[in-house]
Each structure stands twice: as structure tokens, then as C-alpha cells.
Nanobody, 129 residues
Framework: QVQLVESGGGSVQAGGSLRLSCTASGGTFSRYVMGWFRQKPGKERAFVAAISWNARSAYYGDSVQGRFTISRDNAGNTVYLQMNSLKPEDTAVYYC??????????????????????WGQGTQVTVSS
């Protein structure tokens, strides 16, 4: 059973940057779409970004397009989320996600969170104004 462990969260001022990491263990990583979601207090979990298994395509939520970049290192079983120009509204718990099936695409993960088969435990990101 694959396990996902996030790291890199913390507190930063508006306009700053953070890089989140998510390392997988105990299962297959390289053939699956990987992604990031976030959950704000009192809100449902929302899609942030996803990347194809070979890193050739990525898909982003509208609110982070142009500010966040997703990448992956299949040799190290790790997916990253580089977050720049952070805003207070980016404050949330960020969750790493692995697709349920190896045939998925970044777009299907982004449109239907039911395609997520495995979640990480989450890491808090707090952006102050």
C-alpha cells in the first residue's frame, strides 16, 4: 500500500515562496498522475495542480495558474509544488494525491477528485498579510 508524506509547509508573508514536497513509499509512483489539493477551514478540498507520470503535462487550478509549479522526480519518488507570489487566500492544508489508476491524466484528476486513490496526511501553509 503506497503512503504519501508531505513536507515543506510553514508560515510566510504575502509575496513570499514555499516549496512543498511529497515522497511516496510502499507502492508504485512513477506510472501514476500525482497532484496537490488544498483545504481551507470550513471548505471542501479543492484541486491545486496535477502532473502526468512522465512530467510532460501539467494542469492547474485557476487560482494558482501562473504562480504555482508542479514537478516530479520519479527516481526519488517525489512530487513538488513550488508556490510563488503567495497570497493570504492560499492559506490552507495542502494534500498530496496519487491517482487511482495508472491510465489517468492531470485533467481527470483536476476535474474529478474521486480519481484520487491515495491521500497524504497534509501540511499546513499559512500566508500572512
Amino acid at each position: 500500500q503506497v503512503q504519501l508524506v508531505e513536507s515543506g509547509g510553514g508560515s510566510v508573508q504575502a509575496g513570499g515562496s514555499l516549496r512543498l514536497s511529497c515522497t511516496a513509499s510502499g507502492g508504485t509512483f512513477s506510472r501514476y498522475v500525482m497532484g496537490w489539493f488544498r483545504q481551507k477551514p470550513g471548505k471542501e478540498r479543492a484541486f491545486v495542480a496535477a502532473i502526468s507520470w512522465n512530467a510532460r503535462s501539467a494542469y492547474y487550478g485557476d487560482s494558482v495558474q501562473g504562480r504555482f509549479t508542479i514537478s516530479r522526480d520519479n527516481a526519488g519518488n517525489t512530487v513538488y509544488l513550488q508556490m510563488n507570489s503567495l497570497k493570504p487566500e492560499d492559506t490552507a492544508v495542502y494534500y498530496c494525491a496519487r491517482d487511482r489508476h495508472p491510465s489517468g491524466t492531470p485533467q481527470t484528476m483536476g476535474r474529478w477528485s474521486s480519481n484520487v486513490g491515495t491521500w497524504g496526511q497534509g501540511t499546513q501553509v499559512t500566508v500572512s498579510s
